[in-house]
């Protein structure tokens, strides 16, 4: 690698405060992210999940004697749609290096990877972290290192017979990206973004589901800390972390361990740590003295990859609007980049707006996607892909409200119902008799009476007029909140006044 470079102004509001000094901060990130693809990186077996163990397996996965790995052609271009969408250097020649080492679920004796001569070179992604107390965003720009393309492993499983372990190659050889950040992150809340934010990017891309659980984006944590815009200092990498809120925990605990040894007047050694999430706290594995020497060398099995620029120029002109993009055509479209951020920070979620947006006003949708599914969406403890109100229904709701048949309560009432009962919302609010009181001679009458029972209200209302307001909901309760808002409060202010 390259000699560290500095890209980042210290920040204080991000320093920890330690017992002799402040301290920052510096953290890089290697993904590895599965790429989306049915077969493996060198062979046609499938890439499914959950599938009986060692149903996927070829003889290339087995590494049989004689066996060759070919190059499957829908991982490069992958690999080259992933660099473009983090706005990188595509490499059209890239070498495939032998990794050497000894695995139990690695039965080659070494992983096909690239070293030296990447597929994907420098690249960057935007993170915003927030909003803070005053609704703002903290916008930064985080440099990518590489990305390059290796097999994975397959997986040992040790609690199965009491006295022997079992393998399952299921997963080796499947095509992993990794991707390798600079040293450009400079609090947990950072990093936490980072990962969210390329999860968000690779999803829109398709290159990778990005599900953790199930292992297919997994991230090692390098972590340091130093005198704030100081040298940097001894790393520590923590392995495998496989939740973003496993990550935000590791480098919290990561940090003030290694800040707790300096105050001392200690030294880091740089090691590869774990992190134990049911004590909140990272172990030692192994210390780099211990770490392996790779015998990194070239495969003579494969050919160095080359594609020239009208591949990469296909690949180009097919990529899906990303999210940064999407954000900017929402806030033109007159959104407020909350709102914007808020919805394309899931392509779920953005779809889903889209869907309910489209040939509508999109600021009211975008009210209801955010406050009302989401909101609803959160207290259930679903996910978009669950909601029982579908964009098709959510649309007749804005639409019912926007033609001024519903007002803006009733239709709390009735996404209430739908999302219960399911149905027509245009059949429900005429089934239920939910449309809004137009008629002003109704209104008129409802007005009346409410005047009439509080004489004492209206000589005060006519002092102050806020005291309207409360007539207002006198008037919505009586009409069941049918009443079209704007009606009333025309139709009192001038009773209030003449009377
Ligand atoms: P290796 O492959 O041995 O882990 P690399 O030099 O490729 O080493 O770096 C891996 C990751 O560690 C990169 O994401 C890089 O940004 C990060 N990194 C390097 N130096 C530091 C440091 N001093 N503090 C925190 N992260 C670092
Ligand atoms: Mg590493």
Redesign the pocket.
Known sequence: ?DA?VDTRTPDPKKFIAGATQDWEM?????VHAQVSSSSKLFSGASTEFGNEQNANVSLVDAAMPGMLPVINEECVSQAVRTGLGLKAQINNRSVFDRKNYFYPDLPQGYQISQFKDPIVGEGKIMIAVGPDKKGQFDEVEIGI?RLHLEQDAGKSMHDQHPTMSFVDLNRSGVALMEI????DIRSSDEAKAYVTKLRTILRYLGTCDGNMEQGSLRADV???VRTPGGE????C?IKNVNSIRFIGQAIEYEARRQIGILEDGGTIDQETRLFDPSKGETRSMRSKEEAHDYRYFPDPDLLPLEFDDAYVEAIKANLPELPDDKRERLIKSGLSPYDASILVSEKSVADFYEEVAKGRDGKLAANWVINDLLGALNKAGQSIEETPVSADQLGAIVDLIKDGTISGKIAKDLFEIIWNEGGDPKEVVEARGMVQVTDLGAIESAVDEVIAANPDKVTAAKEKPQLVGWFVGQVMKATGGKANPQAVNEILRKKIENS
């Open positions: 690698m560290l510096v953290i890089g990130m290697e290192e390798v950040s600079k040293p390098n972590v340091s940097f200092g001894t790393r990498e």
